[in-house]
């Protein structure tokens, strides 16, 4: 099972910025898209942005202007800039790719916990 490489994510307080990394394998050929959901204990995995490869993105509500999704496709990176973190962004965050036959890969997931 190919799966994604994941880096960031710790403890921050509230108002801090974290940044997430995360690289696909060579082997995943034709991405059309890479993001980032989470999931917070007893919700959903929810989107929260998505970048693609034409370099349009989309984000969850409530991270609009606080959270910079960001791309090298040569690198078939993404990363993930989080300011003014609040505790309700305290969830696991997976980061995602996606191909243009929409196979999806994921990866492991990080913790992210903003508390004071």
């Known amino acids: 099972q190919v799966q994604l490489v994941e880096f960031g994510g710790g403890l921050v307080q509230p108002g801090g910025s974290l940044r997430l990394s995360c690289a696909a394998p060579v082997s995943i050929f034709s991405i059309n898209s890479m993001g980032w959901y989470r999931q917070a204990p007893g919700k959903q995995r929810e989107l929260v942005a998505i970048i693609n490869r034409d370099g349009s993105t989309k984000y969850e509500d409530s991270v609009k202007g606080r959270f910079t999704n960001s791309s090298d496709n040569a690198k078939n990176t993404v990363y993930l800039q989080m300011n003014s973190l609040k505790p309700e962004d305290t969830a696991v965050y997976y980061c995602?790719?996606?191909?243009?036959?929409?196979?999806?890969?994921w990866g492991q997931g990080t913790q992210v916990t903003v508390s004071s």
């Open positions: 995602t790719a996606v191909t243009y036959n929409s196979r999806a890969y």
